[in-house]
């Protein structure tokens, strides 16, 4: 659903662009509370959760390169507002999708440059929004248990898909440049993304699934139900007639109980598997137009589409110019791609998480005083 160059007006382009703009300061500041682990201070869990969003940024772009057949002559492709906002969070997951359409546009002419605030308040807020609001109303009545979490995942990104449709249907009724009735878009885009959003419902719930099967503790949409409180007593109980001890507070039995564990494995593989998705399997995606492409072809929507700026990028189309093997072309670009949002992705959220550290020091424990603040 990568929105080109001339489909929408300059003003609504400009307008898109603030409202992006500002989406990605919020979410700045939401991430670092989300980057922060466990809790505050925990900077063992801010430690491992940075790298792993950038993991996620990186995995998204890579699943984005294997587009499945929807219908006669239409792909789909994954947008993974909902895979990010339920792994990460849902403000660093607006950032993930963020990283992964900026990387796209520059370094492979994938969704226009000048619609990059329409593409992020598309695919980057308006499904991680309702992606993640969706999730949290459907786990709070469903049954606490693991099973529930990937369902309530596959519902999430099943209706996220269509909404970017709606989304993109209102941008283009406000600032569309070709003369096309607005119901007709309407229908086509919202029932060819409907199909598309079965595909991003697997795909979404298969990969919460697999991850919460193996640590549950690094699925952010599953904190806090997937292990249920545990009343903690000092085992060194008060003599008769001394003062009552504090009274006991209420601590997640796993968090309490069970020993830090490295994420370096599940770091490895979730890589391996980003690799070999925009290595290797990308090259047998499908070639059909995905279902933006169709439906701006079908309605005339691309009537005044324009080149995109960065058309003659050695990496333009996802393919490596001047390698003429188409498998080893593309799978090269999409390896690069990889590394390249990994590394941009991973930067940001370590430079937030250090930010968050530094900002706000927490006492080392009860009755810990605060560090003094730094003069300026």
């Known amino acids: 659903m990568h929105v080109p160059d001339g489909f929408i007006n300059a003003p609504v382009s400009l307008a898109t662009g603030a409202v992006a703009a500002a989406a990605v300061a919020v979410s700045l500041r939401g991430a670092r509370r989300e980057l922060a ?48 906002a339920i792994l990460v969070g849902p403000y660093t997951g607006v950032l993930c999708v963020s990283v992964v359409l900026l990387m796209q546009g520059v370094l492979f002419a994938d969704g226009g440059l000048t619609a990059l605030g329409v593409n992020i308040t598309d695919m980057a807020i308006v499904t991680t929004v309702v992606a993640y609001a969706l999730f949290r109303g459907l786990v709070k009545v469903l049954p606490r248990r693991r099973r529930s979490i990937t369902v309530a995942s596959f519902v999430a990104a099943l209706v996220s898909v269509p909404a970017a449709a709606v989304a993109f249907t209102a941008l283009y009724a406000l600032g569309g440049t070709a003369d096309v009735p607005i119901g007709k878009v309407f229908t086509a885009m919202v029932g060819v993304h409907v199909l598309i959003g079965i595909g991003e419902a697997v795909i979404t719930a298969l990969t919460v699934g697999a991850v919460i ?42 968090a309490a109980t069970a020993p830090r564990r490295s994420t370096r494995r599940i770091w490895l593989a979730g890589l391996a598997a980003a690799l070999v998705c925009a290595g290797g399997i990308s090259y047998y995606a499908s070639a059909s137009p995905d279902g933006l492409e169709k439906v701006a072809h079908d309605q005339g929507i691309d009537a005044k589409a324009e080149d995109h700026a960065t058309q003659d990028s050695p990496l333009a189309d996802y393919s490596v110019k001047e390698i003429t093997d188409a498998r080893l072309s593309g799978g090269l670009a999409g390896v690069i791609g990889v590394g390249a949002t990994l590394a941009v992705g991973t930067g940001v959220f370590v430079v937030l998480r250090r930010r968050k550290g530094a900002a706000t020091p927490e006492p080392a424990g009860p009755g810990a005083e605060r560090p003094a603040p730094e003069s300026v």
């Open 37 to 84: 682990g466990t809790g505050a201070g925990d900077i063992a869990g801010a430690e491992r959760t940075a790298p792993l969003a950038g993991l996620v940024a990186a995995f998204i772009f890579a699943v984005q390169m294997l587009n499945f057949p929807v219908a006669a002559g239409t792909s789909g492709h994954l947008l993974g507002g909902a895979l990010a």
């Open 213 to 254: 099967a193996v640590r549950p503790d690094l699925v952010h949409g599953a904190r806090g139900l997937t292990a249920p409180l545990e009343l903690r007593t000092s085992p060194l109980a008060a003599p008769a007639g001394a003062p009552a001890a504090p009274e006991a507070q209420p601590v997640p039995a796993a």
